[in-house]
């Protein structure tokens, strides 16, 4: 049971460059989630999903796009990347609705954006 | 609006106790979590409150005033390993999104 995984850990792009993070769970959770986490703020919702085949915006959704065609797989893209987007993205799964409130991270991907 | 305020930086002794403040200003309030994140790791969840009071989990204990708005965590006979930022998340709606509001979280600093 690997739980939330992230692919990939690193990456550096050069501003302009697109690419897509994976987010995978084992768990057969319903809600996932993808954050950033920049130095001396709280982390910040970019989108969600609350179940296949949907997905919503969260507080900080623009330069980003999600899918989630699997149950068990959410995908973030950045189609044009700018250096504003050097953060450090974390996916995140809950398995639904009460009494379940644990979020469970993957372990973050670190960005870089020249 | 939204807000959740942590102290930025807090400094205990190993095998003493310290007191992570968490006060918040939320449109809504269906519940209080913390969660502990060692450096360069993922946060992983420490507590839950909905209720008024305390909620003790072996070293650690949580407690919540809403009408307050405030929480803190108790964390208890500190040891090196307890080095590390708490963050306080706020869940503010009762919709079934669980989306979470979160503080910056406090970087605690444990010395011998």
């Known amino acids: 049971n690997a739980g939330v995984t992230q692919t990939p850990k690193f990456r550096v792009l050069k501003t302009g460059q697109s690419m897509t993070l994976l987010c995978a769970q084992d768990m057969n959770h319903e809600y996932m989630y993808w954050y950033r986490q920049d130095p001396g703020m709280g982390l910040r919702l970019i989108h969600y999903s609350v179940g296949e085949g949907t997905t919503a915006k969260g507080e900080v959704p623009d330069g980003y796009n999600v899918s989630r065609l699997k149950k068990q797989n959410f995908l973030l893209g950045l189609e044009s990347a700018a250096p504003s987007q050097t953060s450090v993205y974390f996916c995140?799964?809950?398995?639904?609705?009460?009494?379940?409130?644990?979020?469970?991270f993957g372990p973050g991907t670190r960005l870089t954006v020249l | 609006g939204q807000n959740i305020d942590q102290p930025t930086e807090m400094t205990a002794t190993e095998g003493a106790i310290v007191q992570i403040n968490c006060t918040y200003q939320?449109?809504?309030?269906?519940?209080l979590f913390w969660y502990q994140q060692h450096a360069g790791e993922a946060p992983t969840f420490l507590s839950y409150?909905?209720l008024d009071g305390l909620e003790e989990k072996g070293r650690f204990s949580s407690f919540l005033s809403r009408s307050k708005g405030y929480s803190y965590l108790l964390l208890k006979e500190l040891q090196m390993k307890d080095s590390a930022s708490y963050l306080c998340a706020v869940r503010e709606g009762m919709d079934s999104n669980y989306q979470l509001i979160w503080g910056a979280g406090t970087k605690l600093i444990i010395k011998p």
């Open positions: 995140a799964s809950i398995e639904g609705g009460p009494p379940y409130n644990e979020q469970f």
């Open positions: 409150n909905v």
């Open positions: 939320t449109s809504g309030f269906n519940g």
